[in-house]
């Protein structure tokens, strides 16, 4: 009965009306191509010119990659900025890795206000979270007036403050409730009777959790690790707060061709540079998923 | 039996960890309403004495009045075109069966995998091309894009939360696609579609990244803060600043929070 009825009037979703569907794509479709496709494009395209001082600059030149390439000041910052990235990355996803199985699998009745309680921190200002690291750390600061408190110093260290480690250790804290929530998502999607197949199968706490819950939370980890790694890679704002001029990095770079300096197709071959970095690790990071993750 | 023991063995240490995270998420934070209502221009132990001074001063200041009437307007546009841009991407993502839709909804999600400094330079590049400059019109862009992929995420998932039956119960009984739309998915989503709205205020509201290259004379909130930063006189009443802050943000995002949970709730509890 119902069969006959489905065969004589067109399936809905055959019939959307053209006008209704163009509508609809129409917002996305402006912010997508034009904002993200075409303004990318235009970096892109900013890179192959010589800067003049005009907005499109003149020419078409590789001259800007081959100075990325040949002065070693842009390796090490790139350098730096990937050890620090990826320092970050190891620091908030190691640290969030029992935060999210505790939600997943012991929270119980609290688990809601846990995960409210662990992502409201990331919806206040990232300015001010950067800058209370700068109270903690600073020669005047609340980590040196505890030390002095608790008398194990004499007098404060600048030791702590525009150093790379405060970069660090600021950046893992402002991230950190980024990579809880992916995480936390895939252990949550791991069927139980799994979990009850390994320890009737008899194997103990630790090699279900080695051999069963870890493989099957590799993409939540993965996508973690890249939520963390993208925005910290480029970040401007931490290094020039907490970090000194020890720890430029390549967003810093990026930023000052685009202020101070004044070659905005040296800046926009940078930014290329970056985000061919970053397309590299989602490569990796897409091939380890396919070779870790979804054992399914 | 022991296997149980040690079950809850794990969870109490693991309880343990987890508070000790929330110390390290919440202490540093926390410092800034603390020493807000220090009786000193410097941030160190031990505390002055209390006082309202910070924010008194906070109460009488025109360049901070403009800038949060600035961010405020700012969120408010922007939140509007990315939740409208969130809800057709991926209603259309969904229902709308076109290659398109989906390379659309793709896009939408791409800024995830940008870092805000190109977002920001390569808006800044595209305005000054289209005559736009440096402006609020500008800032309203960049923070349509930079909350985009949160706002499709949220109306995404809330749009697959919804039996799909009842859309074509709808179609079936002859409504149009546009009155489905409107008179169906969207009351079905409404909680969605406040939470993502707000979500992506917060976002346009504390962004600095981005604005830091678009913003042209009128600074926002967070640009302000910016140029006070530099001056340590300034640096109490920053800090009252942002415990304001931080209070109507804690409101905003726990108000999004229950709407969330809300909406999931009503779906549950219409199952298909």
Not at chain 1, 45 to 51: H, P, T
Not at chain 2, 144 to 166: C, D, E, G, N, Y
Request: charged content about 10%; overall charge positive; aromatic content about 10%.
């Amino acid at each position: 009965m119902s069969s006959t009825i489905a065969a004589a009037r067109p399936s809905p979703e055959t019939r959307i009306s053209p006008v209704f569907r163009f509508a609809m794509l129409l917002p996305g479709g402006l912010v997508t191509f034009f904002l993200i496709l075409f303004a990318l494009g235009l970096v892109v395209f900013l890179a192959f010119r010589g800067n003049d001082g005009s907005l499109l600059g003149v020419g078409l030149t590789s001259r800007n990659f081959v100075t990325v390439a040949t002065d070693p000041l842009y390796w090490t910052v790139t350098l730096r900025s990937l050890v620090i990235a990826g320092l970050v990355t190891l620091a908030t996803v190691v640290t969030a890795y029992p935060v999210a199985y505790y939600l997943a699998f012991h929270a119980g009745r609290r688990r809601n206000l846990l995960l409210f309680l662990v992502t409201l921190p990331f919806w206040t200002s990232y300015l001010l979270r950067v800058f209370a690291w700068k109270i903690v750390l600073a020669y005047n600061g609340v980590l040196n007036s505890a030390f002095i408190e608790t008398g194990l110093w004499s007098e404060p260290t600048l030791a702590f403050l525009n150093t790379p480690a405060a970069v660090v250790v600021t950046l893992a804290h402002a991230y950190a409730p980024f990579a809880i929530l992916p995480i936390y998502v895939a252990l949550d999607t791991i069927p139980k009777s799994l979990l009850e197949a390994a320890s009737d199968l008899g194997a103990r706490p630790f090699t279900s959790f080695r051999r069963v819950v870890l493989p099957n939370s590799m993409p939540g980890v993965l996508a973690a690790a890249l939520v963390v790694f993208v925005p910290t890679v480029g970040d401007y704002v931490t290094p020039a707060m907490v970090g000194g001029p020890a720890s430029t990095m390549i967003g810093t770079l990026i930023q000052s061709q685009f202020g101070k300096a004044n070659d905005w197709p040296f800046g926009a071959a940078l930014s290329v540079c970056v985000m061919l970095v970053i397309l590299c690790v989602v490569l990796v990071a897409r091939g380890a998923d396919r070779r870790f993750g979804s054992r399914t | 039996m022991s296997a149980r023991a040690d079950t809850n063995n794990d969870g109490r240490w693991l309880g343990l960890y987890v508070l000790g995270y929330l110390v390290f998420l919440y202490l540093p934070v926390l410092l800034i309403p603390l020493f807000s209502f220090n009786n000193s221009i410097q941030a160190a132990f031990p505390l002055q004495g209390f006082t309202l001074e910070w924010y008194r001063t906070l109460y009488g200041s025109p360049a901070l009045s403009g800038a949060l009437a600035n961010s405020l307007v700012i969120g408010v546009i922007a939140a509007s075109g990315a939740t409208l841009c969130g809800i057709t991407v991926s209603y259309m993502d969904l229902y709308g069966r076109s290659p398109l839709a989906a390379t659309i909804s793709a896009i939408a999600r791409l800024p995830i995998l940008i870092p805000g400094v190109i977002v920001g330079i390569s808006l800044l590049i595209l305005v000054n091309l289209i005559g736009l400059g440096p402006s609020r019109v500008s800032i309203v862009l960049g923070h349509i894009l930079v909350a985009l992929p949160t706002t499709v995420v949220v109306m995404r998932s809330r749009f697959a939360a919804i039996p799909k039956t009842i859309r074509e119960a709808a179609l079936d009984l002859g409504a149009s696609d546009w009155t489905t739309f409107r008179r169906v998915m969207l009351p079905l989503s409404a909680p969605a579609v406040l939470s993502a709205f707000m979500l992506s205020f917060l976002i346009s509201f504390d962004e600095f990244i981005v604005v830091f290259f678009l913003a042209g004379t009128e600074p926002t909130l967070p640009l302000y803060i910016w140029s006070q930063l530099r001056f340590p006189r300034s640096l109490p009443t920053v800090m009252a600043l942002g415990t304001v802050i931080l209070a109507v943000s804690f409101i905003i995002a726990g108000t999004a929070e229950v709407l969330r949970h809300r909406g999931l709730g009503t779906a549950r509890r219409n199952p298909a």
